[in-house]
Each structure stands twice: as structure tokens, then as C-alpha cells.
């Protein structure tokens, strides 16, 4: 079935470092592929999205490129705040109606400064 | 908007006990979800509906799980009798048309059975 793989955490940055969170999927079809953010006793947060091959998704400073070739959708950030300590997930949803969400089990992110 | 709004925040019980935790979707959206986490497993789903009718509960761990949508503004997510493998933190969200453009999550509900 379809699945997410994200690099295990957690992952520990000086403020300002780049940042990358692996994942890597596997889908029937062609999926729309998410980063959720999830900051300590909330809700998990719509971080980016893309919807099809060679879409990039972008908000907050963070990117990520939708790689049908290497079924990917790496989480990358230029210059990491401590404000920008939290769990991240990759999620994907296949591309017919009435399917739900399927998470990776999450990368913890802490930044100091 | 005000989101989708969970209730209670926190719930302690004891073992045996019935627990129900409530859900209010953003209105207008037609599937709520319903899911559990926790440090071991990650996010599971447990069930989620179309237009307040269940499409797949295949994600609800026993029969002592049970949730209903009685209509488009209100669901529930009932445990009975709770155990304390139970806990966790049960989240609902909700979302327009499927999950093409993402979710929308509730703050949760942390559940400890004791």
C-alpha cells in the first residue's frame, strides 16, 4: 500500500544552518504530497503542499520539490530560527477523491541559538 | 473561522470508563477524520467520513472504538470501556473535497487512562 519515509530524528541545528528532512514515498497513481509541522501541545499545521511532478511548494522560508524520479519530496530550509523547533511530516494522498491522508511518523527539529 | 474545535482538551479516566471526545469540523467542509497519536505509533487514522457518513473505519483498533457524525457540524469519538493502551492524543481535522489540498487539524484531545 501507500506509504511515507522520513529520516529519523531528532535533528539538532544552530540557529541559521540549513536544514533538510529526508522523504521518500510510495504511491499507486500520482499523489499530492504534503509537509504538516506540528509545534509542541498543538495541531498538526498545512506547512506546503504540491500537487504533481516538478511542483515546488514553498511557505515560511521552506521548500520542497515534488521528485517523481526519485519518489521524493525533501523539506529544505535555508537559514533555521529557534522559533522553527517542532515535528515535521511528510504526508501524501493518492489522486482519487475520498482518500485520507497518510502520514510518515514524523522528524523532530530543535534549534538552538 | 474559528477552526475545527476539539473538546475536551485534556480528559483523565480510569480504567473501565466511558470516554467521549467531541469534534466541531470548519463549516463547509464534507470529510472529518478522526486519529490517534502517540510516541510509539505515530498518527493513525481511525476512521473518517464523507458528508457525515463513514467511509472507512478499517483504522479503529477494537469494537470498544465507536464514532458517529450525527450531522455536518459534529462528530464523536467514543471509547468504551477505556483501557490504558488507550492513551494518546486524538486529533480530528477536517477538509474540503478529500485531502487534495491538505487538512485542517483541531488542538487535540490528550487522553491518560489510568
Known amino acids: 500500500g501507500d506509504s511515507v519515509t522520513q529520516m529519523e530524528g531528532p535533528v539538532t541545528l544552530s540557529e541559521e544552518a540549513f536544514l533538510t528532512i529526508n522523504c521518500t514515498y510510495t504511491?499507486?497513481?500520482?499523489?499530492?504530497l504534503f509537509w504538516y509541522v506540528q509545534y509542541p501541545g498543538e495541531g498538526l499545521q498545512l506547512l506546503l503542499k504540491?500537487?504533481?511532478?516538478?511542483d515546488k511548494g514553498s511557505n515560511k522560508g521552506f521548500e520542497a520539490t515534488y521528485r517523481k524520479e526519485t519518489t521524493s519530496f525533501h523539506l529544505e530550509k535555508g537559514s533555521v530560527q529557534v522559533s522553527d523547533s517542532a515535528v515535521y511530516f511528510c504526508?501524501?494522498?493518492?489522486?482519487?477523491?475520498?482518500?485520507?491522508?497518510?502520514f510518515g511518523k514524523g522528524t523532530t527539529l530543535s534549534v538552538s541559538s | 473561522d474559528a477552526g475545527v474545535i476539539q473538546s475536551p482538551r485534556h480528559e483523565v479516566t480510569e480504567m473501565g470508563q466511558e470516554v467521549t471526545l467531541r469534534c466541531k469540523p470548519i463549516?463547509?467542509?464534507?470529510?472529518l477524520f478522526w486519529y490517534r497519536q502517540t510516541m510509539m505509533r505515530g498518527l493513525e487514522l481511525l476512521i473518517y467520513?464523507?458528508?457525515?457518513?463513514?467511509?472507512?473505519d478499517s483504522g479503529m483498533p477494537e469494537d470498544r472504538f465507536s464514532a458517529k457524525m450525527p450531522n455536518a457540524s459534529f462528530s464523536t469519538l467514543k471509547i468504551q470501556p477505556s483501557e490504558p493502551r488507550d492513551s494518546a492524543v486524538y486529533f480530528c481535522?477536517?477538509?474540503?473535497?478529500?485531502?487534495?489540498?491538505?487538512?485542517?487539524f483541531g488542538s487535540g484531545t490528550r487522553l491518560t487512562v489510568v
Open positions: 481535522a477536517s477538509s474540503l473535497v478529500s485531502g487534495a489540498y491538505g487538512y485542517t
Open positions: 504540491a500537487t504533481k511532478a516538478d
Open positions: 463549516s463547509g467542509h464534507d470529510y
Open positions: 504511491a499507486t497513481g500520482y499523489p499530492s
Open positions: 467520513f464523507n458528508n457525515n457518513v463513514p467511509i472507512d
Open positions: 504526508a501524501l494522498t493518492a489522486g482519487q477523491a475520498g482518500t485520507a491522508l497518510i
